[in-house]
């Protein structure tokens, strides 16, 4: 005989005086926060314990109605039998539409915008177009990951996706299935007990200092090209934030030189980023504030033919893009003694782990030195 599931809202009484809302869940249930069975769901609701005034007791109405939704909304779960998924009405929701109009709202980034996209045209690939909420649980998710490593790329028939791009979009994936969880599209997370995809071994490619100066000493077609290449070589500046630099966001004094006050494109973080004078010698002469540093500086067809044909007039037979002059300073730092915590903080990179795939490749070159010496 099946047992007789409840859901009961609850008080608990807190060090502050306050009452902290919570469900009781009989039998006990998974809670996607802890990935644990529980009869207990905290719901960060709190009453005050002796509301001292109207406001106060208004409050506490508000707040008991809420966790009561909350708590009817759960019970009928249990009364569907179907509390490990989406309910039933929301399970013939389309998952693909949520999907692509979580897509269109990354569209100030073109890189983030780009891979979303990549992401759900494969996911439409995947289901043949079609796929409601209902139908994504565990096994979707693993089967999704298994399909991405197995796929051939859209961009060509003859190639797999590479380990770094399957990364990045069995994680824009699970961000919008995460999304969803949120928005209560889903009771229990079906990414629970799926893991995630590992990040592969990228190849970070980089100049040497000879390599540097002999790019520095060769004509460039694209003069502003140039510029920026050697600029970013110099101070570490993504692209992203190269193309928008404007002249208000350099500035100098006496005790700290020169430096620029920016907000990175990519994290949106406000950053102080010191550079040498050689670096703002590539910078031209100074316009008004509004102008762009790097004016004419855009992203084409031709920008890439032109920066291919001025590293092979260099002499450079690697295959050079416009972020390998980021990898370039960063290498370098690490390579003539800079400690990579400061490293860290002037790439603007949030975690000291980013930083760190540039050590291994110092790590590597310092093996392959060691063992050219031989008897």
């Not at 790329?153 to 699970?174: C, M, P, Q, V, W």
Request: hydrophobic letters at 35%; proline letters at 2%.
């Amino acid at each position: 005989m099946e047992r007789t599931r409840t859901v009961k809202l609850r008080e608990k009484i807190l060090a502050d005086g306050r009452k902290s809302l919570y469900l009781d869940y009989y039998p006990a249930v998974y809670i996607p926060e802890t990935g644990k069975e529980t009869r207990r769901e905290f719901l960060k609701i709190y009453l005050h314990d002796k509301p001292a005034n109207p406001a106060q007791k208004e409050y506490n109405r508000i707040s008991k109605a809420k966790a009561e939704s909350i708590r009817s909304e759960r019970e009928i779960q249990f009364i569907n039998q179907n509390f490990d998924f989406a309910d039933r009405l929301t399970a013939k929701k389309d998952f693909l539409a949520y999907f692509k109009e979580k897509a269109a709202k990354r569209n100030k980034s073109k890189g983030n915008y780009d891979n979303w996209y990549g992401t759900y045209k494969y996911l439409c690939q995947y289901t043949k177009d079609s796929c409601t909420f209902g139908q994504v649980d565990e096994k979707f998710c693993e089967g999704f990951k298994t399909y991405l490593r197995s796929i051939k790329s859209r961009k060509s028939e003859h190639t797999g996706l590479a380990d770094n791009t399957i990364y990045s979009y069995y994680n824009k994936f699970r961000a919008c299935i995460n999304e969803a969880f949120e928005d209560r599209l889903f009771a229990i997370n079906p990414l629970l007990r799926v893991k995630g995809v590992p990040m592969g071994e990228s190849q970070r490619e980089f100049l040497t200092l000879e390599e540097l100066k002999a790019l520095n000493t060769t004509e460039c077609e694209h003069a502003v090209l140039k510029r920026a290449a050697i600029f970013s070589a110099l101070s570490g500046l993504r692209w992203s934030d190269m193309i928008k630099l404007t002249w208000k966001e350099v500035q100098h004094s006496e005790m700290d030189g020169y430096y620029i006050r920016f907000t990175q494109q990519k994290t949106k973080g406000v950053e102080t980023l010191h550079i040498p004078e050689q670096a703002f010698e590539q910078m031209g002469e100074r316009e008004d504030d509004k102008e762009r540093v790097f004016k004419g500086l855009k992203y084409s067809a031709y920008t890439n033919v032109q920066l291919s044909r001025w590293v092979l007039f260099a002499g450079i037979t690697k295959k050079i893009t416009f972020h390998c002059f980021r990898h370039t300073y960063a290498t370098l730092q690490l390579t003539l003694g800079t400690d990579i915590y400061t490293v860290s903080k002037m790439l603007g990179h949030r975690h000291l782990k980013t930083t760190e795939i540039y050590a291994k490749v110092i790590d590597k070159k310092k093996i392959e030195a060691a063992n050219r010496i031989k008897l």
